[in-house]
């Protein structure tokens, strides 16, 4: 194929451009921000699991001490009543025996309930304490994933904006170039996954960086300065300029 020496030297801007798009894609995929978001999520998540973990444990302990202090106060209730029957002295020797066994049990019933009760409310003041500390983590959690996400929106707004730029460049230049060529470049550029035409500077291709020698390098300084020469071993366009060093 042969195409004008200054057109060819046009496939550097193009190639320029791809360069810049594959840069921003190969950003934009391996964006930390992202990373930091997926972050900041999972450690919310976390946080959110600790928080129903310990509201659970204290509605239990709640519930529990509740139920500990019925037991007492019903405790309480009966040894009040037996009480007062055994004061009455309406009652017979035997029954005032009897009543003053079950009131010796129920005292010991009732310091076993309150030792319990006291037990479990210091349970429940440290599971409340401990629901405190893991509801403050999560409010964090969330105030650090909603900045992750506003610096991830604005990494990405940065790149979409830097990728409108330069495939409008990419389309302006790719304007001036004839459609045989541009054919080929692009084609070559699928191929090759990043450009279609590389310089070569001081006999090396810009595009794989290795020198040129022998036969290659021979046909490369004979072909006619508008001959479309390409690399043996990358297959891009080599574009000749003053720098190649024929």
Do not use: W
């Amino acid at each position: 194929m042969k195409a004008d020496h200054f057109e060819q030297q046009k496939l550097l801007d193009l190639a320029a451009e791809d360069v810049a798009l594959t840069q921003l894609a190969h950003r934009q995929r391996t964006l930390p921000e992202v990373a930091a978001v997926q972050a900041a999520e999972e450690a919310e998540r976390t946080l959110s699991a600790d928080v129903v973990r310990a509201e659970t444990e204290v509605k239990d302990l709640g519930r529990e001490v509740k139920r500990l202090e019925s037991d007492v106060e019903t405790v309480r209730a009966r040894e009040a009543k037996d009480q007062r029957l055994l004061e009455s002295g309406s009652v017979s020797p035997k029954e005032m025996t009897n009543l003053q066994h079950e009131l010796d049990s129920l005292k010991r019933r009732q310091s076993d309930l309150e030792d319990q009760e006291l037990e479990l409310m210091q349970r429940l003041e440290d599971a409340e304490a401990t629901l405190t500390a893991a509801q403050q983590g999560l409010e964090q959690a969330r105030a650090d994933r909603e900045r992750a996400e506003q610096a991830r929106d604005d990494a990405l707004a940065d790149i979409a904006d830097g990728t409108k730029q330069h495939e409008a460049a990419r389309a302006e230049v790719a304007g001036k170039i004839s459609a045989p060529l541009l054919s080929l470049y692009d084609r070559i550029r699928t191929q090759t996954g990043s450009t279609g035409a590389a310089m070569l500077r001081a006999r090396a291709c810009q595009g794989c960086r290795l020198e040129l020698y022998g036969n290659e390098l021979t046909a490369v300084r004979n072909a006619d300065p508008h001959e479309v020469v390409r690399c043996e071993n990358c297959g891009r366009i080599l574009v000749r300029t003053a720098e190649s060093g024929l």
